[in-house]
């Protein structure tokens, strides 16, 4: 039983490129959450996605920031026009419930991004 | 200001010595998570509680969740140096209709042999 999928394991990115973080969920679940953890600081919820849908992106930053889940495919965190301090780790949890009191989310390995 | 305040940050004991871990809100949670989380690693899940008071135990591990719901523990017996890593509470707070955790800072355990 797989669980949560993240790809690339790092990435380095110069200022003012784009960068493209994948998240596949745990089979059987169809809800996912980014999380960003910058360095010295815990970890921050950035937005809820299920199928087609943002449920929840109040911890998104307002600008060059962008997530989506697709019917078919992995969800995909996107950050444009990267800046230094979009350097962190950016992990992914799914979860096989909408919010329920039992409610647990299952984490991936994160994804390591440098913005040189 | 942190909404989940986690106590100490920092702890370094010796095997065999005991530990307890607090994760401390001025807030009420529906549930409340324990992760572990090794370097270049995602956490990984340990517990969920959910009711007031409830208490469970993972092996050497006991977590407890407050009967007010704003606070929990977890305390270590015996602790071994593959215990060493970072311990981070989450929880959802009561009222919010998503999915989103808020986690607190994490407590930093080192166990020396």
């Known amino acids: 039983n797989a669980g949560v999928m993240q790809n690339p394991r790092h990435l380095v990115r110069r200022r003012g490129q784009e960068a493209r973080l994948r998240c596949s969920p745990m089979?059987?679940?169809?809800?996912v959450y980014w999380y960003r953890q910058l360095p010295e600081e815990g970890l921050k919820f950035m937005v809820y996605?299920?199928?087609?849908?943002?449920?929840?992106e109040s911890g998104m930053p307002k600008e060059r920031f962008s997530a989506e889940f697709p019917k078919e495919g992995p969800s995909i965190l996107r950050i444009q026009q990267v800046v230094r301090g979009d350097s962190a780790a950016y992990f992914c949890?799914?979860?096989?419930?909408?919010?329920?009191?039992?409610?647990?989310?299952?984490f991936g390995p994160g994804t390591r991004l440098t913005v040189t | 200001t942190q909404l989940l305040e986690q106590s100490p940050q920092f702890l370094s004991i010796q095997e065999g010595e005991n530990l307890t871990v607090y994760c401390n809100s001025s807030?009420?949670?529906?549930?409340l998570q324990w992760y572990r989380q090794e370097p270049g690693e995602g956490p990984v899940l340990l517990v969920t509680?959910?009711?007031?008071?409830e208490v469970k135990k993972l092996k050497r591990l006991t977590f407890q969740f407050g009967d007010a719901r704003k606070d929990s523990s977890l305390h270590i017996t015996a602790a071994q140096t593959g215990d060493t890593g970072l311990y981070l509470c989450?929880?959802?707070?009561?009222?919010?209709?998503?999915?989103?955790?808020?986690f607190g800072q994490g407590t930093e355990l080192s166990v020396k042999p």
């Open positions: 949890a799914s979860s096989p419930y909408r919010a329920s009191s039992s409610y647990e989310q299952y």
């Open positions: 089979k059987g679940h169809s809800h």
């Open positions: 996605l299920q199928k087609e849908n943002i449920i929840d």
């Open positions: 807030s009420v949670f529906s549930s």
């Open positions: 509680v959910v009711t007031g008071g």
């Open positions: 989450a929880g959802r707070k009561v009222g919010n209709q998503g999915g989103k955790l808020i």
